[in-house]
């Protein structure tokens, strides 16, 4: 059998609380900013919490060129200036591109919950009848992907993988096999989420955010912190990349996803296992190449437990020696934008051989006793860099970026 | 193509139409249809409207027991379709702990009636007042997440949403995983359930055919008179083997995934179809893809769309041709979204098989811009190979290329 073909990173766009596109943000990381602010999208005088991970600086004018800001939802906003963002990034004019040759493929949580929020707004106020069109022409989540290839005059393969806060690397893996299967030349890949009272009333229903900050790995930690954001990365097969003389990120070299099939809020840890474990067979590596590890970390007490129970199974004796971070200590959980805005933090981290840190950590827990980065950025040579994300569901996803070489 | 031959070993159905592949098959064949006002809603919403439900649904007469409390109807229907397709394919309750078997669900809202009643609770009640399993339920892939657990799935578990093209999304997506050596056993293909806030918001949308219009044809794919479609649910789920492992345990084979393609109208939204030629490109790709150059049917996704239908239509003429007969199920099934794709495929299965290609039930007066050969009556058909279209009104376009064996 023929080699497959390889994938690589060669642009990322990012909208994010702490940076709008991959150098202000990557500078951000660095310097342990923090995204996290009161809520103003909505009253939180009911709620027992009051901060989220909100983007505040976000104006999506100077993106929506063909289409109109207003007739689409806030998440096809950030996804759209991701995806423009991207492609500058990756010296890529979508004006000059086979349309037939590009397609996006996004993950999100919620797609637009504006629009179901405001249809409740409405049918609360005894106000059925303003209720319109655009409740279908802009709620369902495949429209992140469609607007993001209307806006585009993308024509390749489109479609929304919506498995929760794991779906930004499902959506990145399975753009990888189309490219690999030689159905697009270009794929734009990631995650988009705005936030969202639905899942601010769920998550605040079950105790899970942190009053005042977020501390992934942290004896003390208080939980997660709902976030908003969306990610792109550009990703070619690497002979086109070579053909147009592409600066290269990493490599997608491998990617693993598995099921729990055990609960639909409460990791298992078995099934995460097994995803690294593919990841890692699918990119080639054994555990003692890994260089850096993007945790799914997201500050609640079991999740952190249970993902450093789970690396330590994966990665045996060398379990101590890979750092691993959360880059939600400082964005908060963006959701379905998460694990892609992770992983273009690990392809950054593979271009620049520096390690993001997980910020506000104080003490260290006994169960969770592996090296997170604390407080501080750290150089490091980052030769492979595997991003796990986990969702509701029990949706488990691990993805290894590795440096080309030269 | 390279890689793996990907079988079809098992299909599962819970519709409208009735919970066995080969009665839903009659029934399409029949042309007799499930219309009627809507009974999972309070139907003073939307009067006048018909749909398509699932009647008397009753997931436990179909798994063994347990609770299925934590399940909305969306998680129901997928469970259901799931578990009747696995077992036609022979996986019982023992050999699928063997080995890890996926799910790619293919679904449009997963359930936007859970989101919707969530949301309304915390306004009303408060936000400490919601319950936390329906919170779990409001992600949207909840229906995929419980159908694992149910079913112990611990292969890969996706869920994809490409609007009324959802179901075949799935079995293209699930396919591409088994060719390329990712997973041996999936279980792939849509789940949709009918509730208020779809409804209505098709409804607003003009999606629908109006209440006003009770005439010959007005639900009815490439007739003249069509309005808008009628909606649907259900669950429709095919078990995908990859070929090795089909042979290695002996399994019935009902058919193969030959190839499939999809794409995008990034004009859809600006409602201008160009005659459909982004389904066009899709078939040209599935077809070179599964490597043959024709078809013997086509088992289209029309619903009684006034522009959509007659770009679906463009677009299979194109392609495969006038003469090549099409069917197309949702004048009897209604627009069932993200099953409906999936049910296609299983109708275009079955027609192969049983040598009988479906009637267009209540076409009188076919389309003269849709030049494509449908006819009202159930025909004869001899059929190798058949063609699965699906279109979305936001530009989505997938093809499937389907053969017996």
Same mark, same amino acid.
């Given at each position: 059998?023929?080699?497959?073909?390889?994938?690589?990173?060669?642009?990322?766009?990012?909208?994010?609380?702490?940076?709008?596109?991959?150098?202000?943000?990557?500078?951000?990381?660095?310097?342990?900013?923090?995204?996290?602010?009161?809520?103003?999208?909505?009253?939180?005088?009911?709620?027992?919490?009051?901060?989220?991970?909100?983007?505040?600086?976000? @104006?999506?004018?100077?993106?929506?060129?063909?289409?109109?800001?207003?007739?689409?939802?806030?998440?096809?906003?950030?996804? *759209?200036?991701?995806?423009?963002?991207?492609?500058?990034?990756?010296?890529?004019?979508?004006?000059?591109?086979?349309?037939?040759?590009?397609?996006?493929?996004?993950?999100?949580?919620?797609?637009?919950?504006?629009?179901?929020?405001?249809?409740?707004?409405?049918?609360?106020?005894?106000?059925?009848?303003?209720?319109?069109?655009?409740?279908?022409?802009?709620?369902?989540?495949?429209?992140?992907?469609?607007?993001?290839?209307?806006?585009?005059?993308?024509?390749?393969?489109?479609?929304?993988?919506?498995? &929760?806060?794991?779906?930004?690397?499902?959506?990145?893996?399975?753009?990888?096999?189309?490219?690999?299967?030689?159905?697009?030349?270009?794929?734009?890949?990631?995650?988009?989420?705005?936030?969202?009272?639905?899942?601010?009333?769920?998550?605040?229903?079950?105790?899970?955010?942190?009053?005042?900050?977020?501390?992934?790995?942290?004896?003390?930690?208080?939980?997660?912190?709902?976030?908003?954001?969306?990610?792109?990365?550009?990703?070619?097969?690497?002979?086109?990349?070579?053909?147009?003389?592409?600066?290269?990120?990493?490599?997608?070299?491998?990617?693993?996803?598995?099921?729990?099939?055990?609960?639909?809020?409460?990791?298992?840890?078995?099934? +995460?296992?097994?995803?690294?474990?593919?990841?890692?067979? @699918?990119?080639?590596?054994?555990?003692?190449?890994?260089?850096?590890?993007? +945790?799914?970390?997201?500050?609640?007490?079991?999740?952190?437990?249970?993902?450093?129970?789970?690396?330590?199974?994966?990665?045996?004796?060398?379990?101590?020696?890979?750092?691993?971070?959360? *880059?939600?200590? !400082?964005?908060?959980?963006? !959701?379905?934008?998460?694990?892609?805005?992770?992983?273009?933090?690990?392809?950054?981290?593979?271009?620049?051989?520096?390690?993001?840190?997980?910020?506000? %950590?104080?003490?260290?827990?006994? @169960?969770?006793?592996?090296? %997170?980065?604390?407080?501080?950025?750290?150089?490091?040579?980052?030769?492979?860099?595997?991003?796990?994300? %986990?969702?509701?569901?029990?949706?488990?996803?691990?993805?290894?970026?590795?440096?080309?070489?030269? | 193509?390279?890689?793996?031959?990907?079988?079809?070993?098992?299909?599962?159905?819970?519709?409208?139409?009735?919970?066995?592949?080969?009665?839903?098959?009659?029934?399409?064949?029949?042309?007799?249809?499930?219309?009627?006002?809507?009974?999972?809603?309070?139907?003073?919403?939307?009067?006048?409207?018909?749909?398509?439900?699932?009647?008397?649904?009753?997931?436990?007469?179909?798994?063994?027991?347990?609770?299925?409390?934590?399940?909305?109807?969306?998680?129901?229907?997928?469970?259901?379709?799931?578990?009747?397709?696995?077992?036609? #394919?022979?996986?019982?309750?023992?050999?699928?702990?063997?080995?890890?078997?996926?799910?790619?669900?293919?679904?449009?809202?997963?359930?936007?009636?859970?989101?919707?009643?969530?949301?309304?609770?915390?306004?009303?009640?408060?936000?400490?007042?919601?319950?936390? !399993?329906?919170?779990?339920?409001?992600?949207?892939?909840?229906?995929?997440?419980?159908?694992?657990?149910?079913?112990?799935?611990?292969?890969?578990?996706?869920?994809?949403?490409?609007?009324?093209?959802?179901?075949?999304? +799935?079995?293209?997506?699930?396919?591409?995983?088994?060719?390329?050596?990712?997973?041996?056993?999936?279980?792939?293909?849509?789940?949709?359930?009918?509730?208020?806030?779809?409804?209505?918001?098709?409804?607003?949308?003009?999606?629908?055919?109006?209440?006003?219009?009770?005439?010959?044809?007005?639900?009815?794919?490439?007739?003249?008179?069509?309005?808008?479609?009628?909606?649907?649910?259900?669950?429709?789920?095919?078990?995908?083997?990859?070929?090795?492992?089909?042979?290695?345990?002996?399994?019935?084979?009902?058919?193969?995934?030959?190839?499939?393609?999809?794409?995008? @109208?990034?004009?859809?939204?600006?409602?201008?179809?160009?005659?459909?030629?982004?389904?066009?490109?899709?078939?040209?790709?599935?077809?070179?893809?599964?490597?043959?150059?024709?078809?013997?049917?086509?088992?289209? #996704?029309?619903?009684?769309?006034?522009?959509?239908?007659?770009?679906?239509?463009?677009?299979?003429?194109?392609?495969?041709?006038?003469?090549?007969?099409?069917? &197309?199920?949702? #004048?009897?099934?209604?627009?069932?979204?993200?099953?409906?794709?999936?049910?296609?495929?299983?109708?275009?299965?079955?027609?192969?098989?049983?040598?009988?290609?479906?009637?267009?039930?209540?076409?009188?007066?076919?389309?003269?811009?849709?030049? *494509?050969?449908?006819?009202?009556?159930?025909?004869?058909?001899?059929?190798?190979?058949?063609?699965?279209?699906?279109?979305?009104?936001?530009?989505?376009?997938?093809?499937?290329?389907?053969?017996?064996?």
């Amino acid at each position: 059998m023929q080699p497959r073909p390889r994938v690589v990173v060669t642009g990322i766009g990012v909208v994010t609380s702490i940076g709008i596109g991959a150098e202000p943000f990557w500078r951000a990381l660095l310097a342990g900013t923090s995204g996290i602010s009161s809520v103003e999208s909505f009253d939180t005088s009911p709620y027992a919490v009051h901060i989220g991970g909100e983007v505040k600086k976000f @104006d999506p004018v100077p993106f929506t060129r063909r289409l109109r800001p207003e007739t689409i939802g806030r998440a096809s906003q950030l996804a *759209i200036a991701a995806a423009r963002l991207a492609l500058d990034d990756a010296g890529l004019r979508p004006e000059s591109m086979d349309p037939r040759a590009v397609g996006v493929s996004l993950g999100t949580t919620s797609g637009e919950p504006t629009l179901i929020e405001r249809f409740d707004d409405y049918e609360l106020a005894n106000r059925r009848d303003a209720i319109g069109r655009e409740f279908i022409e802009q709620y369902p989540s495949h429209m992140l992907a469609a607007h993001v290839a209307s806006e585009l005059r993308f024509a390749g393969s489109n479609f929304v993988i919506p498995t &929760a806060c794991a779906a930004g690397n499902y959506a990145l893996a399975h753009a990888c096999d189309h490219l690999r299967g030689g159905r697009a030349d270009v794929m734009l890949a990631g995650g988009a989420d705005c936030f969202s009272r639905i899942t601010y009333t769920g998550f605040a229903r079950l105790g899970a955010i942190a009053p005042e900050r977020c501390q992934p790995f942290d004896k003390n930690r208080k939980g997660m912190v709902p976030g908003e954001g969306a990610a792109v990365l550009v990703l070619e097969r690497l002979d086109y990349a070579r053909a147009r003389g592409a600066a290269i990120y990493a490599e997608l070299a491998g990617y693993g996803l598995t099921c729990d099939a055990h609960h639909m809020t409460a990791p298992h840890g078995d099934g +995460a296992v097994r995803a690294m474990q593919i990841a890692m067979a @699918d990119a080639g590596v054994q555990p003692a190449d890994v260089d850096y590890v993007s +945790a799914h970390g997201t500050g609640t007490s079991v999740n952190d437990r249970v993902e450093s129970a789970a690396v330590k199974q994966a990665f045996g004796a060398h379990a101590p020696r890979v750092p691993m971070s959360s *880059i939600k200590s !400082m964005l908060g959980h963006t !959701m379905g934008a998460a694990s892609a805005i992770e992983a273009a933090a690990c392809a950054l981290a593979v271009k620049h051989d520096a390690l993001p840190p997980t910020m506000n %950590y104080e003490t260290p827990d006994p @169960d969770c006793d592996l090296d %997170y980065v604390p407080n501080q950025a750290r150089s490091s040579r980052v030769n492979v860099a595997m991003n796990n994300a %986990y969702a509701f569901g029990g949706n488990n996803a691990s993805l290894i970026f590795s440096k080309r070489p030269e | 193509m390279h890689g793996r031959g990907v079988l079809m070993t098992g299909v599962g159905v819970i519709s409208p139409l009735g919970d066995r592949a080969d009665a839903v098959f009659q029934r399409v064949c029949d042309g007799a249809t499930a219309f009627a006002p809507p009974t999972l809603f309070d139907a003073s919403a939307m009067p006048g409207y018909l749909v398509a439900e699932v009647p008397a649904f009753a997931p436990e007469t179909y798994v063994r027991t347990g609770n299925i409390r934590p399940l909305d109807r969306t998680g129901r229907l997928a469970l259901v379709g799931a578990e009747l397709a696995l077992t036609d #394919s022979g996986w019982n309750g023992d050999t699928r702990a063997q080995q890890p078997i996926g799910l790619i669900l293919g679904t449009m809202f997963c359930s936007v009636r859970t989101i919707g009643e969530f949301d309304r609770r915390g306004l009303q009640a408060g936000p400490q007042f919601v319950s936390p !399993m329906d919170f779990s339920n409001t992600v949207l892939n909840a229906a995929a997440g419980q159908v694992a657990i149910w079913q112990r799935l611990t292969g890969v578990n996706s869920t994809v949403a490409a609007g009324a093209a959802s179901g075949a999304q +799935a079995l293209a997506y699930a396919a591409e995983l088994i060719r390329t050596g990712r997973a041996d056993v999936l279980v792939a293909g849509g789940a949709e359930e009918i509730c208020f806030e779809s409804a209505l918001g098709f409804a607003r949308a003009g999606r629908l055919a109006p209440p006003d219009d009770r005439g010959p044809g007005c639900g009815v794919p490439f007739d003249a008179r069509r309005t808008g479609a009628i909606l649907g649910e259900g669950a429709a789920f095919v078990v995908l083997e990859a070929e090795e492992t089909a042979r290695a345990r002996n399994a019935r084979v009902v058919g193969r995934v030959n190839g499939w393609a999809n794409s995008y @109208d990034p004009d859809a939204l600006q409602g201008d179809r160009k005659n459909g030629d982004m389904l066009a490109h899709t078939i040209e790709h599935a077809l070179c893809d599964a490597g043959v150059s024709g078809v013997d049917m086509v088992s289209a #996704s029309a619903s009684g769309a006034p522009a959509l239908d007659v770009a679906e239509a463009a677009a299979i003429t194109a392609v495969v041709g006038r003469e090549i007969p099409v069917t &197309a199920i949702k #004048s009897v099934a209604g627009e069932s979204l993200g099953a409906a794709g999936a049910l296609q495929a299983i109708v275009a299965l079955h027609a192969m098989r049983c040598r009988r290609l479906p009637g267009v039930a209540g076409l009188q007066a076919p389309d003269p811009s849709a030049r *494509i050969n449908v006819d009202a009556a159930t025909r004869p058909l001899d059929a190798q190979r058949a063609l699965v279209t699906a279109t979305s009104h936001e530009g989505n376009a997938v093809s499937l290329v389907l053969s017996l064996s």
